[in-house]
């Protein structure tokens, strides 16, 4: 199944997809319309099936995106993984990220090696790296620009935005967190009313509640 392309052992499918792809981009899988068609130059091993999925790729290689408009503005990018309507939707330069969900990573931008599991996972997570969201909301109410960030449940971490290193795991953990980092919060509201607390280790239901910024 496949259109007349330019390029070698591409499978095309769908209106204006692989619209403008090049002699140099192989061994590509485009279904839907409107998937890729932005103009591509050596672009190869990618996967875009939904309508505009990956539709602004033009060098970017091993993309995957499922979903309508998963992975729609990555150019240079490479080795992404998109699953859900508008996940990674607005990654361009980033690369190594993963997001299943619908809208979960959806505004970051040149982030790289994060992953986002979950709807509305990192969902406006901007240029932070190396971020683990699971959890619906995980780490996905604030502008994200922190690294190495890991929030695993429901609404966890999802005040984060220049925090670092922070570890948050249980329903609305470290809730209220914004730039704090190197804080441990494990347990459902555990940390959840601090903002700025640093190198705070809080475990068990509600621990560390009560602790203010700073405290």
């Not at 997809?17 to 130059?41: R, T």
């Not at 330069?93 to 959806?106: L, Y």
């Not at 695993?152 to 220049?162: K, M, R, V």
């Amino acid at each position: 199944l496949s259109n007349n392309d330019a390029g070698t052992s591409n499978t095309i499918f769908g209106k204006n997809a692989g619209a403008s792809l090049d002699a140099g981009s192989n061994q590509n899988v485009f279904i839907g319309e409107n998937v890729s068609d932005a103009a591509m130059n050596d672009a190869g091993e990618n996967t875009g099936v939904g309508y505009e999925a990956l539709s602004a790729l033009t060098t970017g290689d091993e993309n995957t995106a499922i979903g309508r408009g998963a992975g729609a503005a990555i150019t240079t990018g490479g080795l992404n993984t998109a699953v859900g309507k508008y996940a990674l939707n607005d990654v361009n330069t980033g690369g190594n990220n993963v997001a299943v969900g619908r809208n979960s990573g959806a505004a970051i931008t040149t982030s790289s090696g994060s992953v986002f599991i979950g709807k509305d996972a990192g969902a406006v997570s901007v240029t932070g790296n190396q971020n683990i969201g699971i959890g619906l909301t995980a780490l996905g109410g604030a502008a994200t620009t922190g690294d190495n960030n890991i929030a695993i449940g429901a609404n966890a971490g999802d005040a984060l935005t220049s925090a670092t290193n922070d570890v948050l795991i249980g329903k609305s953990a470290g809730g209220a967190l914004n730039v704090g980092g190197d804080n441990i919060a494990i347990g459902e509201n555990a940390l959840s009313s601090a903002t700025n607390t640093g190198g705070v280790v809080a475990i068990g239901h509600e621990a560390g509640a009560s602790i203010n910024s700073n405290d």
